[in-house]
């Protein structure tokens, strides 16, 4: 017999989980509606969004090693979770290993950007990012992210007030149109090649 397993949900930016050392109640969590943002936040307040995990993929994974969790993971929608029981079956750890997996993947990605590309590239692969996440929908005007500033900052390692300098600069060259908390996408093509495009760092 299957046990019933224990579903939270969050509000739009509810914490999930603390940085710190997971207790005897952690666990990990599987997304199972909404986006999860993890994000790391220095001493100053300013942050940097980690990773994004969207619905299947899993999140809490301290909750099995005790290692020390040096992040927040806060619910960017509407979120509903699943709790994973301390002892997983084995295809769940399979597809735990897989999820996380492709989770480093990524992260070795975004360190490279970081690294190499100019903010501009940057903010481009993280607008597309963005677009395939619940933030994105179709409208009757196109592509529509609902973003801030400062959620824009904190994807792409900078400040809301340099960011929104390069989203000015998107807009005049015609890859997006930006209002208040949203932006249309607009040149999508253009994007992708931008963001696929190598820089001189910051």
């Given at each position: 017999m299957t046990q019933a397993r224990e579903t939270l949900s969050f509000k739009p930016?509810?914490?999930?989980?603390?940085?710190?050392?997971?207790?005897p109640r952690d666990r990990v969590y599987r997304v199972l509606e909404g986006l999860v943002?993890?994000?790391?936040?220095?001493?100053?307040?300013?942050?940097?969004?980690?990773?994004?995990?969207?619905?299947?993929?899993?999140?809490?994974?301290?909750?099995?090693?005790?290692?020390?969790?040096?992040?927040?993971?806060?619910?960017?929608?509407?979120?509903?979770?699943e709790a994973l029981p301390k002892e997983p079956r084995p295809e769940?750890?399979?597809d735990l290993v897989a999820h996380l997996a492709q989770a480093l993947a990524e992260s070795y990605r975004r360190i490279e950007r970081l690294a190499t590309q100019r903010l501009k590239n940057r903010m481009a692969a993280a607008l597309l990012e963005l677009a395939e996440t619940p933030l994105?929908?179709?409208?009757?005007?196109?592509?529509?992210?609902?973003?801030?500033?400062?959620?824009?900052?904190?994807a792409v390692g900078s400040v809301r007030e340099t960011v929104t300098?390069?989203?000015?600069?998107?807009?005049?060259?015609?890859?997006?149109?930006?209002?208040?908390?949203?932006?249309v996408l607009r040149d999508v093509k253009g994007l992708k090649e931008l963001a696929q495009s190598r820089g001189d760092g910051r």
């Amino acid at each position: 017999m299957t046990q019933a397993r224990e579903t939270l949900s969050f509000k739009p930016g509810e914490v999930i989980l603390y940085p710190g050392v997971p207790g005897p109640r952690d666990r990990v969590y599987r997304v199972l509606e909404g986006l999860v943002r993890l994000e790391a936040v220095d001493e100053e307040g300013n942050a940097l969004t980690l990773r994004l995990v969207r619905p299947g993929g899993y999140f809490g994974e301290e909750a099995l090693s005790g290692t020390e969790r040096t992040y927040f993971a806060e619910a960017v929608t509407e979120v509903a979770v699943e709790a994973l029981p301390k002892e997983p079956r084995p295809e769940e750890l399979l597809d735990l290993v897989a999820h996380l997996a492709q989770a480093l993947a990524e992260s070795y990605r975004r360190i490279e950007r970081l690294a190499t590309q100019r903010l501009k590239n940057r903010m481009a692969a993280a607008l597309l990012e963005l677009a395939e996440t619940p933030l994105a929908r179709e409208e009757e005007e196109g592509l529509v992210l609902r973003a801030t500033h400062d959620e824009l900052a904190a994807a792409v390692g900078s400040v809301r007030e340099t960011v929104t300098k390069v989203i000015g600069e998107l807009a005049r060259e015609g890859y997006i149109r930006s209002g208040y908390g949203k932006i249309v996408l607009r040149d999508v093509k253009g994007l992708k090649e931008l963001a696929q495009s190598r820089g001189d760092g910051r």
